[in-house]
């Protein structure tokens, strides 16, 4: 971790702070938020910079959490109020959450501003923001070689035209299964994702969840497995470290190619894999590259013919 | 198909009529049970014998259906009264569904017996049926060289020291994965899997439905992913397709090793992956090995990390 030198990978996206509510357990005000998770899981491959928002009750050992990731902060500001937070409980399964409460604060007011370092970065992740904010990124930066997006429902929903915009020009777009059949009118999920395909992006993701994902492009479908965890303790932000942990992987490698960004995938998984082990960060803190390493074989090894 | 020769794969379990109704489409008395699906799946790769019951209402060109695929019936009875019935409804996402009712009919006093030329078969498959007439179908056979038992959730709950003895005895068990947490009080799939391993068979296959299975042994874990299907019609039967599928195929096989049991299982997944495309037996009326055969390629290049 701590990687050094010029930010690689910039993510836009929230910051929050967390109750949460498991069968098991209960914890208040933990560091969450999209962009939380994405940055940790990615800064295990490769230099990160954030940029984000959170209110003058941030916490200062939150702030220096990021730092002993290394994720660059040039990009975070604090502002005058509350920073956003978030009410949730999980089912029995550890699937399904029902969420108690959604506080904005100093969220609402969210517009992401690149610091003039990051605006070069090869890769930019635009984390599930509204795509009125994720177009206002693009009129900050310089040809990034590769841009992922993350969507959701509500924007399905609210704000359609920009979000056509912003898929139209992404490299790649994640989004749900349920998101990707509102999205298209299309229930089955290869024809959602082959029309999606037709509007701009090389690649869409289809998160599954505990199920794992599926990547389509022209060259065709991956199916993405989920490693099967023994306990899972804490799945917030799942589906944040895993994107953040794919493409912190794929700005670390030397090219791009489909097989590049399939692998890439896989590291993705097994991140995630590891984050909700642990509430919030508390597993990434101590996770180390040989564990993703040993995991990562030991998941290419579950999906291949020959034992 | 219509394999010639002697019965290589002998399958015990139930024939039913059923009425099913989904989002867009309502049949009845279309030709179904566990039974069914798993020997018309295994038909594509190795000579079947079915052992089960049918009632005096059984239509004629059902049997004939079941001779078009060139199943053996030397175990087949038909006996006075009524065949096996069973109504659901599927959910609009055509995956959770209702029963509406079951009757068991000549099926409540089913007692498999096996003639004479299948007491040798080398593959023995028990569906789910009772423990006490899966243990009443082993004191037949002489030393069978793979057993696959199924099993469900009521013969956990009202007849487990039979089912104990039965899983002490199989080569393969599969199972659900609420079942393998009912029989283990595990709720990881994992630690639950390697429990029962422990108990005897070779291999756990657990699955997940829509989401494809597991399969567990002393090599480790293989992940079977299920096809994308573009459109499902009726997904009555697809785990018993997936099972006979599989199964068959591996009795096709010059060997039985782990590599040869993860590739007969994705055949497995191929067969289930055609049968949900239509009603019934109906897709399997018309598919043919090319067709199978190219969708398995296209199956493993879905897993396969080079494009």
């Known amino acids: 971790m701590a990687k050094k030198g010029a ?3 910039v993510v836009v996206g929230s910051i929050g702070l967390d109750n949460i509510e498991t069968p098991r357990e209960r914890r208040e005000s ?4 999209s962009l939380t998770y994405a940055c940790a899981a990615a800064t295990f491959f490769t230099r990160v910079g954030m ?3 959170v209110g003058t009750d941030f916490p200062p050992e939150y702030m220096s959490l990021y730092r002993s990731f290394g994720i660059d902060l040039a990009g975070l500001r604090q502002e005058e109020g509350r920073t956003f937070r978030w009410s949730g409980r999980y089912e029995p399964d550890f699937i399904n959450r029902e969420t108690l409460s959604t506080e904005l604060n100093v969220f609402a007011r969210f517009s992401p501003e690149l610091p003039d370092a990051y605006r070069s970065a090869p890769f930019l992740m635009l984390g599930n923001i509204s795509p009125e904010l994720q177009l206002h990124v693009f009129d900050q930066v310089h040809n990034p070689s590769f841009v992922l997006a993350d969507t959701m429902d509500l924007w ?3 704000a359609l035209d920009p979000l056509r915009k912003v898929i139209s020009k992404v490299t790649m777009l994640t989004l749900n299964d349920s998101e990707a059949r ?4 299309l229930h089955n999920l290869r024809r959602a994702a082959e029309q999606i395909l037709t509007w701009g992006p090389r690649y869409v993701v289809i998160k599954k969840g505990e199920h ?3 990547l389509f492009s022209k060259a065709g479908t991956f199916l993405v497995p989920a490693y099967p965890v023994a306990e899972v303790h804490d799945p917030t932000g799942a589906g944040d470290s895993f994107a953040g942990g794919f493409f912190g992987r794929l700005a670390s490698m030397a090219e791009h190619s489909e097989k590049a960004v399939r692998e890439a995938l896989l590291y993705g998984a097994v991140v995630a894999s590891f984050g909700v082990e642990a509430f919030g960060l508390e597993r990434f803190e101590t996770l180390r590259k040989p564990e993703i390493r040993a995991r990562f074989r030991e998941l290419t090894a579950m999906i291949r013919l020959r034992p």
């Open 7 to 9: 930010v690689k990978l």
């Open 30 to 33: 933990i560091l969450g938020g």
């Open 51 to 53: 940029v984000g928002v």
């Open 156 to 158: 399905i929903r609210t």
């Open 182 to 185: 509102l999205l298209t009118g």
């Open 212 to 214: 794992g994902a599926m």
